[in-house]
T-cell receptor, first 108, second 115 residues
Framework: GQNIDQPTEMTATEGAIVQINCTYQ??????LFWYQQHAGEAPTFLSY????GLEEKGRFSSFLSRSKGYSYLLLKELQMKDSASYLCAVDNTDKLIFGTGTRLQVFP | GAGVSQTPSNKVTEKGKYVELRCDPISGHTALYWYRQSLGQGPEFLIY????????DSGLPNDRFFAVRPEGSVSTLKIQRTERGDSAVYLC?????????????FGEGSRLTVL
């Protein structure tokens, strides 16, 4: 079966760093995506990892360990506009399988 | 337009009625996906088209749900005999990549409420 786990909710303070973890067990694996979704809006692409290691893109970084079935999204210098849901999704060879999402609230 | 367009943005219907939801993907994108998202959950895969054909419809919950993409562009998701449990946001996404891996571009979704 397909299983993607991530925490339901997290809170953090403006300017801080937060790490959102994702573990997965899927029948196929062609890479892992992170999407951001603000309330009432469409998910938007943040990052993609297919090889082990860290991918950095501005304030956001994403890490993948295929042997451990584990990824994390690291957000630095948090801003209020980063309050959103963060969706971990595994490319299961022909479609994306999403986790339930982590709702992040950033406080001043 | 430049992005994925979905209509209607909101649909309220009564239990037992028939509903059609439309998706207009980004021009030139060959792959088109339908997902369903309930409150507080991640998107749940329904069906995926490569061109005109449904490449994978394993996520359709039952035979009340059907989707078409007759000309390889616009797609319509059809739900017969709607039930209250069908209430959700139906998201459409498209991708320029022919085979699986690639970023999905999502529309704003169609919010379906079944009374």
């Amino acid at each position: 079966g397909q299983n993607i786990d991530q925490p339901t909710e997290m809170t953090a303070t403006e300017g801080a760093i937060v790490q959102i973890n994702c573990t997965y067990q899927t029948s196929g694996f062609n890479g892992l995506f992170w999407y951001q979704q603000h309330a009432g809006e469409a998910p938007t692409f943040l990052s993609y990892n297919v090889l082990d290691g860290l991918e950095e893109k501005g304030r956001f970084s994403s890490f993948l360990s295929r042997s451990k079935g584990y990824s994390y999204l690291l957000l630095k210098e948090l801003q209020m506009k980063d309050s959103a849901s963060y969706l971990c999704a595994v490319d299961n060879t022909d479609k994306l399988i999403f986790g339930t999402g982590t709702r992040l609230q950033v406080f001043p | 337009g430049a992005g994925v367009s979905q209509t209607p943005s909101n649909k309220v219907t009564e239990k037992g009625k028939y509903v059609e939801l439309r998706c207009d993907p980004i021009s030139g994108h060959t792959a088109l996906y339908w997902y369903r998202q309930s409150l507080g959950q991640g998107p749940e895969f329904l069906i995926y088209f490569q061109g005109t054909g449904a490449a994978d419809d394993s996520g359709l919950p039952n035979d009340r749900f059907f989707a078409v993409r007759p000309e390889g562009s616009v797609s319509t998701l059809k739900i017969q005999r709607t039930e209250r449990g069908d209430s959700a946001v139906y998201l459409c996404a498209s991708s320029p990549v022919v085979a699986a891996t690639g970023e999905l571009f999502f529309g704003e979704g169609s919010r379906l409420t079944v009374l």
